[in-house]
């Protein structure tokens, strides 16, 4: 009974926020992750709901090609907690070995600590689980934990964003792989940006290959919500891949509530 109740009253809050859900206007400003892999330690207002999508090229060792389409859900829940629900999206391998099927889904919360002052950079972290989907022929299924720091700074016209981060692959036998990012970028225009990133991910053979890599992209700020991007990157370990080309988008296509002050 007391389950049926929670369920019921889960229910009806959520479907009283999408009814008060408003569409964004010049208020909202959308703070994409993409196309880095370090992501910034600054989010979203509160009540603001965000999504990150795009598709990804990876032209993998043995001449064998790869495409995912990530996604990524976030809603920022309290101002300084957001709550992430993601995954690489659907995957097509090509090849010897062809596969195709649903990647992991990870979710969990991201905290962020301290905010960016004069000399302070904002600080934040996150820990995330990973859960697999649907058996499929060439999917590797494992219950994995994803813990990450992230450091931001604005420095002059360069806008900085490190991370150091632990894939703990297979938590039944856990397999740790360290990655590290950093990546800067500026705007050329007020609404067109340049970035640049390097990256190293150690090995966790047999689940995870070592990799590392430079990537460059630009974005355009189509409105303030509304951010595309594409670029590439170029691999250091070839016996991994050589290279890998992507698209993508970020928008705050609602705001759930607003903050008293805001309004």
């Not at 299924?141 to 994803?146: E, G, I, S």
Request: aromatic share 10%.
């Amino acid at each position: 009974m007391a389950q049926t109740f929670v369920r019921t009253l889960a229910l009806v809050l959520a479907a009283r926020a999408v009814c008060a859900a408003e569409l964004p206007d010049e208020r909202d400003h959308a703070v994409p992750c993409r196309p880095t892999i370090a992501c910034t330690a600054d989010f979203v207002p509160p009540g603001t709901f965000e999504i990150e999508s795009g598709g990804l090229y990876r032209h993998l060792a043995g001449n064998t090609p790869q495409w995912t389409f990530p996604l990524l859900f976030k809603l920022t829940l309290l101002h300084d907690l957001q709550w992430q629900v993601g995954t690489n999206g659907y995957t097509v391998l090509r090849g010897k070995t062809p596969a195709n099927y649903l990647d992991d889904v990870v979710i969990g919360p991201k905290l962020r600590v301290h905010e960016q002052g004069e000399f302070w950079p904002s600080l934040a972290v996150s820990a995330q689980a990973s859960i697999p989907t649907f058996r499929r022929a060439g999917y590797l299924r494992t219950y994995d934990a994803l813990l990450t720091a992230y450091v931001t700074k604005d420095l002059g016209p360069i806008h900085v964003d490190s991370n150091v981060g632990l894939n703990v692959w297979r938590i039944d036998d856990p397999l740790v792989q360290v990655y590290t990012a950093t990546a800067c970028s500026m705007n050329l225009l007020p609404t067109f940006q340049v970035m640049a990133e390097g990256y190293v991910y150690s090995g966790a053979s047999p689940v995870a290959a070592r990799d590392a890599g430079t990537l460059f992209a630009v974005s355009e700020t189509l409105a303030p919500w509304l951010v595309l991007d594409e670029g590439a990157d170029v691999a250091l370990f070839r016996d991994t891949r050589s290279f890998s080309l992507f698209v993508g988008l970020t928008i705050v296509p609602a705001v759930f509530w607003r903050p008293a002050l805001s309004r």
